[in-house]
């Protein structure tokens, strides 16, 4: 499975992005899928997971300002990204497994490149 991540950017604070991931791999819905990110200096931290049955789960500090979703048709997923704070700015990652996983980023087999988000204030 090779997974492409894109839609990074520089935008000023309250502003929005949309980051997409690409998967290869012929049972693309099945997959869990996930989004994870990494500030300088930081560890990797969960963003959001969603599972081949549709439940999605966001990290708090992202609720109710990021959307998660999927497209099975495109084997692509979407992040959207509103209400961006500089606390943002990371390069993120999307992950996937075709086993059940959650919020740690070892449950994952497959790696996008990262894509940098960049939050002005």
Partial sequence: VQL???GGGLVQAGGSLRLSCTAS???FSTYTLAWFRQAPGKEREFVAVTWS???T???DS?????TFSRDNVKSTVYLQMNSLK???TAVYYCAATQKWSGIRSA???YWGQGTLVTVSS
Wanted: net charge positive; charged share 30%; aromatic share 14%.
């Fill in 53 to 55: 049955n549709g439940n």
């Fill in 57 to 59: 789960v966001y990290r």
């Fill in 86 to 88: 500089p606390e943002d």
């Fill in 62 to 66: 992202v609720k109710g300002r990021f």
């Fill in 4 to 6: 492409q991540a894109s």
């Fill in 25 to 27: 791999g012929r049972t």
């Fill in 107 to 109: 449950g994952y087999d």
